[in-house]
């Protein structure tokens, strides 16, 4: 691969000094504009890039910001990452996309990768508690706005939703409905938002008057489709009289796995088992037979979360840290709907 051309090379072409060439990028109405031209051609003819990161080293920070999800697949944080992306652009900023999969080592990895790259700040859902580096790193002075998980203190930007709430809903959603064995497929509960959807769920047996016994709690590897298939062949092999007749997911993408497997089996929903998802994703609303679901407001989520982050970016001194928390929606569909239960 040739050299790249340098600025020393355009100077040379037009015949001016480095810092006139300078000055022709960064300060051009310091430079006549007869000058401007000359370098400008120079420029094109040599076909000169400037090397952005190194202008950003020298400046402290890049014209990036860094966005870690658990899983780019699951369309809640791609809906999300369209809300930090729309804010951003606005800014004149890019976003830096990392997908740690739920895995501290690829979440640790990012994270020296972006601080690498001097971004002007982050903003994480953490695959699991917050790690020394990220508490590192911001003590370094990188900004970060923690997404989808409410801040412990008031030292730190978060925007999450009150996800205890969420499962409060749902499960008490699925009670009122008639329903008194009801499963809770999700995990792992290292992820907090989904052991806050748990504790909610559990909350709503307890208000009703139910033993602990009456939620049973099938735990997940993953928050995906085969994740939520295979919750339900364990769910569907109980015996009759200890099985649950709904299930609530920790998300839409395991409330889509379990509606597949159940309807593979013969299973009608919600006559045989009701199902409740979470995030409200678009596909929720399409599926074969439509999903109730707890809404998260994700595209807002993004924005928000973006917001904080370029404020405190552009004003360290005098930003004020939030901790902005949305309140979920239930949205009932006919995955839930209280039906007369036919004969079976
Ligand atoms: O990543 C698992 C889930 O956590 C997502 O579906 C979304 O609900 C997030 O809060």
Do not use: W
């Not at 020394?132 to 930007?157: H, M, S, Y």
């Not at 085969?226 to 015996?239: D, I, K, P, Y």
């Amino acid at each position: 691969m040739a050299a790249a051309i340098s600025v020393k090379d355009v100077a040379a072409r037009a015949g001016v000094s480095v810092g006139t060439v300078s000055n022709v990028l960064n300060r051009p109405d310091r430079v006549s504009p007869e000058t401007r031209d000359r370098v400008s051609a120079a420029i094109a003819e040599l076909g000169f890039v400037r090397n952005e990161s190194a202008r950003h080293l020298r400046a402290g920070s890049s014209r990036t910001v860094g966005l870690v999800v658990l899983d780019v697949a699951n369309p809640f944080f791609t809906d999300v990452a369209r809300g930090v992306e729309d804010t951003a652009s606005a800014a004149g900023l890019a976003v830096i996309l990392c997908n740690t999969d739920e895995k501290t080592t690829k979440e640790d990895a990012y994270l020296e990768l972006l601080e690498e790259q001097r971004v002007r700040g982050i903003l994480i859902t953490p695959a699991d508690a917050i790690s020394d580096r990220l508490t590192e790193l911001r003590r370094r002075g990188t900004p970060v706005v923690l997404l989808d998980r409410k801040a412990a203190g008031r030292d730190q930007c978060s925007v999450s939703v009150d996800d205890r709430k969420g499962g409060d809903l749902a499960v008490s959603h699925l009670l009122e409905s008639g329903h008194r064995r009801i499963a809770f497929v999700g995990g792992p509960l290292s992820i907090a938002q989904v052991a806050d959807r748990l504790r909610g769920a559990r909350a709503a047996v307890k208000r009703a008057g139910l033993p602990e016994a009456a939620l049973i709690v099938t735990s997940t590897l993953g928050h995906n489709v085969a994740a939520g298939r295979l919750a339900v062949q364990e769910l569907v092999t109980m015996a009759k009289r200890k099985a649950p007749t709904a299930v609530f997911c920790a998300n839409d993408l395991l409330a889509l796995g379990a509606l597949q497997e159940l309807s593979h089996r013969g299973f009608r929903v919600p006559a045989d088992m009701a199902i409740v998802g979470y995030d409200d994703i678009d596909f929720a609303s399409a599926a074969m037979v439509p999903l109730s679901s707890v809404r998260q407001p994700r595209h807002q989520l993004g924005r928000t979360a973006a917001e904080l982050l370029i404020e405190e970016a552009d004003n360290a001194a005098g930003h004020k840290h939030r901790q902005v928390v949305f309140e979920p929606e239930l949205i009932v569909r006919e995955s839930s709907t209280r039906l007369r239960r036919a004969p079976r």
